[in-house]
């Protein structure tokens, strides 16, 4: 069966469909929005991302679509507070193509990379809610608390990795699904550590929330490797970020462009 945006947004509706929902389908974007009709709250979904999904991963892709839209629908009519719950509080890493706010709210975040922005997160167990000005002011907060308290929590984290060689270079995955493995990359004292053990050239990517790699570079046909491996993950993740890979050297990040077979810029 050939897949297309008006058989993706029906398969999605049938899904998600609920008396207190409606369903807004944008055919310029090729966007559907799922809103609770009580708050106006509500998430966007990108019917191509998905739809490529689904022609790798079929049924696996709608399913984590149908979950992802269920968790944020619910989380976003929990009442948040910050006061008490400053260990739950991590940074996220998006694109810069990501919206810089939800609903008309300001979103919480900051500048990182040419590629990449942090936001931030009260984590909720099974989901996490971008904390946005309104709480922030609500709760009386300094954004700059907000940043000591996730950079602080971010540190708290598993940073235990599976290792993997091919063609002579070593690749390191931090994948512990738990919505912060690529937050990992703003762990400043692991990336330190990962650099004394490095023998080659350090890269690093983030190509979806659930995946941080680490690579020793010892070759050309490593970056090669590299960029292959980030855009297969990127076209799989369930929140993509970035396809580019970056160099690491004295704690500063170097986007790396691959040309050609092993010629990088």
Avoid: C
Avoid at 46 to 52: D, F
Avoid at 134 to 143: F, I, S, T, V, Y
Avoid at 165 to 192: I, M, P, Q, T, W
Avoid at 238 to 259: D, H, K, M, Q
């Amino acid at each position: 069966m050939k897949m297309d945006s008006i058989k993706m947004k029906k398969e999605l509706e049938n899904r998600l469909q609920s008396p207190n929902r409606t369903f807004i389908y944008n055919k310029k974007n090729d966007q559907l929005r799922i809103e609770n009709k009580e708050t106006g709250k509500g998430i966007t979904i990108s019917l191509p991302g998905v739809i490529a999904k689904w022609e790798l991963q079929k049924e696996k892709a709608i399913d984590a679509v149908v979950y992802y839209v269920e968790k944020g629908l619910q989380a976003m009519v929990e009442q948040l507070q910050l006061e008490g719950h400053e260990k739950r509080i991590f940074p996220v890493i998006r694109s810069t193509s990501f919206p810089t706010s939800q609903d008309e709210v300001q979103l919480l975040h900051d500048p990182h990379t040419a590629e990449t922005r942090i936001y931030y997160a009260l984590d909720m167990d099974k989901t996490y809610r971008l904390i946005d000005e309104n709480l922030l002011a609500k709760e009386g907060w300094d954004r700059n608390r907000i940043k000591e308290i996730a950079l602080f929590n971010v540190r708290s984290l598993s940073t235990e990795t599976k290792r993997d060689e091919v063609a002579g270079n070593f690749f390191y995955f931090l994948n512990k699904n738990d919505g912060y493995d690529a937050s990992r990359l703003l762990n400043d004292a692991f990336l330190r550590e990962m650099e004394q053990n490095i023998t080659g050239k350090m890269a690093v990517a983030v190509p979806h929330q659930d995946v941080l790699i680490i690579a020793d570079i010892q070759n050309d046909t490593g970056y090669d490797i590299l960029a292959q491996m980030t855009m297969s993950f990127f076209t799989e993740g369930r929140v993509p970020i970035t396809a580019l890979s970056f160099l690491y050297e004295n704690g500063e990040l170097e986007p790396i462009f691959i040309l050609g077979k092993n010629k990088k810029k």
